[in-house]
Every structure is written in C-alpha cells, then in structure tokens.
T-cell receptor, first 110, second 114 residues
C-alpha cells in the first residue's frame, strides 16, 4: 500500500512567519506534488518535482518555494506567511500517472 | 496550459438513481483522465481512470466515457448509495519524459439521499 504522510494535520501560524510543510512517501516514487485546495476552486498545483533537487513551478507558485533533498521527502515553504495562504495543502506522489495523496494539512494564517 | 471544466458543481440524487458528472478539457495532447473521490475530511482517492486510446471503461457501478473529438469525458454512477456522497474531481494530463501533471476540475459535490 502506498503511504503518503504529511507532517501536520492542522497548523496555525502568524502573518510573516516562515512555514514548513513536509511530505514523505514510502513507495520510491519519482514524482511529488504540492497542491492547495480551496472551496469552489478545486485542487491547484503549486510546485512539483520529478527528481531529487529538481523542481518545477505549477499554476500558483507565487509566495511558495519547495525543497527536495531526498527522493522520499518534498517540503513546501512559505517564506512569509500571509492570510491569503490560509488553505488546505495536499501533497501527492506518483509514478508517471496515478497520484496518491497525503491526508492534507489545514493551515490557518492569522 | 490545460484547462478542465467540470459540471455540475453540486448534484443531488435519490438512492438508486444514476448520477452523471461531465468534464471538458482544452489540450488535445492530454491522454490520461482520472477521477478522484474525496469524502468529507479525507484525502482524494482514485476511483477510475481512462486513457485516450479507450472510449469507455467500467468498474462495477462506475463507468467513464471519453470523447476525444469533442474533448469531453464523463463519470457515470449507477444505483447510487448514500456512501457515494462525496466530492468528485475529474482531471486531465499529458505525460512528458516520465512524469505528468494533473489539471483538476473544480469538483462536484454529490449528495445521495436515502
């Protein structure tokens, strides 16, 4: 069974803080993704990575960065959190096609 | 880039009825079309997918159809049950050099009433 885990289910941060969201997968998948999910907007791709140390911008990368130092771990970084980054963040990993999602981190920025 | 439109945004049916959710995509290069189900408070999970070389695929009570010419695909659920209540997302992707990204529709909230 594919397992994708995320470091926190709920997180509350203050405006301006640096925030790290971590994702770990145990299936040796090459590809990893970060999405944010907002009501009525579906899942929007923030960044993805198809190999260690490789990263590509998705549809909404502004205000975010990522790090992939090891194959199994993909981190999303909010350099200076803002209230409009309050959202559900979902990580996923995949072989070329099917994506497997983590449980999500609900981030609230106050 | 790819754009995926999904309709309806909400769908209410009686238990036992059929439900149909429709999606259109813009990029004719897209070749993989998965459907995800997300129950309340849970992660999205793949329920069925179809590739561009196939017109229809069925798995028990769910089926997906693809019309490449019209660039639309649909999810059909027959004999709906209350446990089918969830948000359903369609997606489209094209594979390049061993990886592909998914573009998701905005989701359909399906409510099945007993």
């Amino acid at each position: 069974d594919v397992k994708v885990t995320q470091s926190s289910r709920y997180l509350v941060k203050r405006t301006g803080e640096k925030v790290f969201l971590e994702c770990v997968q145990d299936m040796d998948h090459e590809n990893m993704f970060w999405y944010r999910q907002d009501p009525g907007l579906g899942l929007r791709l923030i960044y993805f990575s198809y190999d260690v140390k490789m990263k590509e911008k998705g549809d909404i990368p502004e205000g975010y960065s990522v790090s992939r130092e090891k194959k199994e771990r993909f981190s999303l970084i909010l350099e200076s959190a803002s209230t409009n980054q309050t959202s559900m963040y979902l990580c996923a990993s995949s072989l070329p096609s099917e994506q497997y999602f983590g449980p999500g981190t609900r981030l609230t920025v106050t | 880039g790819e754009n995926v439109e999904q309709h309806p945004s909400t769908l209410s049916v009686q238990e036992g009825d059929s439900a149909v959710i429709k999606c259109t995509y813009s990029d004719s290069a897209s070749n993989y079309f998965p459907w995800y189900k997300q129950e309340l408070g849970k992660r999205p999970q793949l329920i069925i997918d179809i590739r561009s070389n196939v017109g229809e695929k069925k798995d028990q009570r769910i089926a997906v159809t693809l019309n490449k010419t019209a660039k639309h695909f649909s999810l059909h659920i027959t004999e709906t049950q209350p446990e089918d209540s969830a948000v359903y997302f369609c997606a489209a992707s094209w594979g390049v050099s061993g990886y592909s990204t998914l573009t998701f529709g905005k989701g359909t909230m399906l409510l099945v009433s007993p």
